[in-house]
């Protein structure tokens, strides 16, 4: 027990020291104070994934075609913005594509940066809603543990960012992966407008790849930084290339099963809406219209719920 007690110490007073190396501009900022709100709603969002399949036992699935129509492309709107004033304000900063260390100042552009980094660590919050989705219209086999580890990971991974490295670097990956999400949101518009659109949606399998590419240019984005002595935190940077790297291994392994594997069977196997083959808010994921068991025996076939 004394053991335990002097962890939480010890915690407790790093936690109070990185706060006097934090981004000042930022800590009045919505949820930027403390953690906690960040780790609640993260809490919460595992809580929702124990208790909404359980909660749809039973239940019939929600279409929520309307729903998902307007949140897909929401996302996109979200996110071509944060990219497009990324781009804009870097470039007026004059940043450089290969080292830039973070600037505390109230320079107009730097805080534009931190402002768009601030909406983008918001998006990674509402792509919860990514798994509600998919839990309230039964597609449970798509809350893989790929899915889980991305959503939540990135929510609380990009707190830490925004409140010490709201800028420089950090630009860089937020502005590739928020345009790869432009992209990924509006295949899953595109797909939910019915099945009239899936011969417009043949480009699936090639956001996975660039998904996985999109890995292996932050390792090196990263890396080449830390060769060149780049004067951005160095811990950030290692420990962004140990993530990419626990993502470029779930992604090949997903694309394996999804492309490369021979199914055994492909029987009444047909694509469907939100989130069908592909990504999900930056995981990728193939989602498959089928007969879904639980339990060892066949739903019983049913009216869905309607919005």
Known sequence: MEAVTHFVNDTVEFYKWGLTISDKRVGSWPMMSSPLPTLAISCLYLL?????????????PYILRKTLIVYNFSMVVLNFYIAKELLIASRRAGYSYLCQPVSYSDDENEVRIASALWWYYISKGVEFLDTVFFILRKKFTQVSFLHVYHHCTMFILWWIG?????????????????????????????????PHM??????????????????HVTIGHAGYSLYTGCQFPAWMQWALIGYAVTFIILFANFYYHAYRRKPSSQKGVKSAANGTSMVTNGHSKVEQVEQVEENGKRQKKGRAKRE
């Open 162 to 194: 925004m409140k010490w490295v709201p800028g420089g670097q950090s630009f860089f990956g937020a502005t590739i992966n928020s345009s790869i999400h432009v992209l990924m949101y509006g295949y899953y518009g595109l797909a939910a407008l019915g």
């Open 48 to 60: 929702f994934l124990w208790a909404g399949p359980r909660y749809m036992q039973d239940r019939q």
């Open 198 to 215: 899936q011969k417009y949606l043949w480009w699936k399998k090639y956001l996975t790849i660039i998904q996985i590419i999109q890995f």
